[in-house]
């Protein structure tokens, strides 16, 4: 029997079994049954039917992560078009490119966001600006709430098919323009499911969304969570007391996080000990780069949480690998930091490999590099509008894979270690440094809040590693430590030529909105005045 697999399924079935059980804890207060959310999500859909958006158009949500967001996004999906979530630390120009990129027909922006918008309003397609609060924005804008009670709740759900496209998520574009990244119903399904099996998400979870809902459709949560009738806890953004006050009140289970949101958890707990769990045991899934195992055993053995690395890209659904593999370490044991940093697992039905320069194996050794590809249902369509891109994406070195950029040794168990971005790695003297290993042994000072590492140029080696470090002090004026304690520290901690060479203090790093460093404005600062990187990073 073939059933097809669309992303309608997951708010129809919270609504037929859990329709009297609450669905969403909103910042403005008011807490949402799944019979009431699905009927605010309905009323969006008839909204949008009204204004002429039809199945196959491009629908925009610009939106911090509040109830709002997960109503605009049923509600543009339950009429076959196409959600585009927008990262809201953008600028007007990046949207003025994504939305004509796109074509987007519509757009909902929050009242915080919709400025950006309404700045370049008349360079692109849409015909249709709604938002949640029309007082705080300057021109035409309709009200969120106004268009919803007026359309009721009848409307007309099309026909749809699993391969068909659903969602548009734009990469960051940190190295040219950002790139609309294709999600069929059917992958966005098939990673749901993973996500739920691998991150053991149940009925009774409550869901803290500290991670992006815009970031790949909050990793797949916006579909998971609902469709197992667990409980989504909205935010207008975070801060550390927040945080924690929110976990205790809400008995919050379940959350994501980079690991900048670790180090600000651990900054706050560090200082004013609060109280970190409320009557449910916490667990947290981290990705964007491995933390360090400080940060983990911080997590872990302070916080009491139980700590999960997941990896993966826009591109691939994102998640690909788990760390969550109970048999390779024990819970009593210190052994099992450096197994949970790691990339870990693939998920079921997902093939990982890493390959050398010629698309073959390496052996597991767990030295030998090559690069991350991947084969999975969760992987995307393509890219929008950009062919030649999506062949070079799923052809470099082995064909039919998706390529991940990310550098990687394989351990005799099979579980994925990343080493560096391709264009992070450092090579000096011949020799290929590992930044995030770097990273790893500077986090282990207690000096040291975060760091990241980069190549830097020398006449000597060709590049050489630099450290920019923000202090545990705040002030990298006065950082509690030297220069060449530091440099000295990583010697004592790794072979000497992985030696960070140089260190620079600073007050804070360049982050995505997922809390990545965008090690590429620190490495375009460093090697402004040079013809070209040894590593072409």
């Known amino acids: 029997m073939h059933k097809p697999l669309l992303v309608t399924d997951f708010l129809d079935r919270a609504r037929k079994y859990y329709d009297d059980e609450e669905a969403v804890v909103a910042t403005t207060g008011e807490?949402?049954?799944?019979?009431?959310?699905?009927?605010?999500?309905?009323?969006?859909?008839?909204?949008?039917?009204?204004?002429?958006?039809?199945?196959?158009?491009?629908?925009?949500?610009?939106?911090?992560?509040?109830?709002?967001?997960?109503?605009?996004?049923?509600?543009?999906?339950?009429?076959?078009?196409?959600?585009?979530?927008?990262?809201?630390?953008?600028?007007?120009?990046?949207?003025?490119?994504?939305?004509?990129?796109?074509?987007?027909?519509?757009?909902?922006?929050?009242?915080?966001?919709?400025?950006?918008?309404?700045?370049?309003?008349?360079?692109?397609?849409?015909?249709?600006?709604?938002?949640?609060?029309?007082?705080?924005?300057?021109?035409?804008?309709?009200?969120?709430?106004?268009?919803?009670?007026?359309?009721?709740?009848?409307?007309?759900?099309?026909?749809?098919?699993?391969?068909?496209?659903?969602?548009?998520?734009?990469t960051s574009g940190t190295t040219g323009d950002p790139k609309g990244v294709m999600r069929t119903h059917r992958c966005e399904a098939l990673h749901a499911y993973l996500v739920t099996i691998h991150q053991d998400i149940a009925d009774d979870d409550v869901y803290l969304w500290t991670l992006p809902m815009f970031h790949v459709n909050g990793w797949g949560h916006i579909f998971s969570i609902t469709g197992m009738g667990a409980k989504h806890?909205?935010?207008?953004?975070?801060?550390?007391?927040?945080?924690?006050?929110?976990?205790?009140?809400?008995?919050?289970?379940?959350?994501?996080?980079?690991?900048t949101v670790l180090n600000m958890l651990i900054d706050y707990y560090d200082t004013h000990d609060p109280q970190t769990t409320g009557e449910n045991d916490v667990r947290i899934a981290a990705a964007g780069s491995a933390p360090p195992e400080a940060s983990i055993r911080t997590v872990e053995d302070e916080f009491g949480w139980y700590l999960m690395q997941v990896y993966g890209a826009t591109e691939t659904g994102p998640l690909i690998t788990t760390s969550d593999a109970r048999r390779f370490f024990d819970d009593d044991s210190s052994d099992r930091f450096s197994v949970k940093k790691r990339a870990g697992l693939g998920y079921l039905g997902t093939d990982i490999r890493v390959v050398d320069e010629d698309g073959n194996d390496v052996p597991r050794d767990d030295?030998?590099?090559?690069?991350?590809?991947?084969?999975?249902?969760?992987?995307?369509?393509?890219?929008?509008?950009?062919?030649?891109?999506?062949?070079?994406a799923f052809n470099d070195r082995v064909e039919g894979y998706y390529h991940m950029g990310d550098l990687a040794s394989v351990d005799e168990n099979g579980m994925?270690?990343?080493?560096?971005?391709?264009?992070?790695?450092?090579?000096?003297?011949?020799?290929?440094?590992?930044?995030?290993?770097?990273?790893?042994?500077?986090?282990e000072h207690p000096e040291v809040s975060e760091a990241a590492v980069i190549p830097a140029p020398s006449e000597k080696w060709g590049e050489t590693p630099k450290a920019f470090v923000v202090p545990e002090s705040g002030d990298p004026n006065d950082p509690g430590v030297t220069k060449q304690e530091l440099e000295d520290f990583t010697r004592e901690m790794l072979a000497s030529y992985k030696a960070v060479r140089r260190v620079e203090f600073v007050k804070s790093l360049p982050t995505t909105a997922t809390g990545k460093v965008q090690k590429y404005e620190l490495r375009q600062q460093e090697w402004e005045d040079e013809d070209r990187m040894v590593g072409q990073g």
């Not at 007391?241 to 379940?254: A, G, H, K, Q, R």
């Not at 590099?369 to 062949?391: F, L």
Request: glycine share 8%; charged share 30%.
């Open 416 to 443: 994925v270690d990343i080493k560096d971005r391709k264009k992070d790695i450092i090579i000096s003297g011949g020799e290929n440094i590992s930044s995030i290993e770097l990273e790893d042994a500077l986090y």
């Open 233 to 259: 806890v909205c935010t207008r953004g975070i801060d550390a007391e927040w945080l924690f006050d929110t976990i205790v009140e809400e008995d919050v289970s379940y959350m994501c996080g980079a690991p």
């Open 31 to 170: 807490r949402y049954t799944y019979a009431e959310l699905g009927e605010r999500a309905d009323r969006f859909s008839a909204a949008l039917q009204e204004r002429g958006i039809e199945k196959g158009d491009r629908v925009a949500v610009l939106d911090p992560n509040t109830h709002f967001h997960l109503e605009a996004a049923y509600g543009i999906m339950q009429i076959g078009a196409i959600h585009t979530p927008l990262n809201y630390r953008l600028t007007p120009d990046d949207y003025e490119y994504i939305l004509d990129d796109a074509g987007v027909d519509a757009i909902f922006a929050d009242y915080e966001y919709a400025p950006k918008v309404e700045q370049i309003r008349d360079e692109v397609p849409a015909e249709t600006f709604i938002t949640n609060d029309p007082g705080e924005v300057e021109g035409d804008w309709a009200d969120f709430e106004t268009i919803i009670d007026d359309a009721g709740t009848e409307y007309d759900r099309p026909e749809m098919a699993e391969d068909e496209v659903i969602t548009i998520n734009y």
């Open 367 to 392: 030295e030998t590099i090559g690069e991350i590809v991947v084969r999975g249902n969760q992987v995307m369509e393509g890219y929008w509008n950009k062919p030649e891109a999506t062949e070079e």
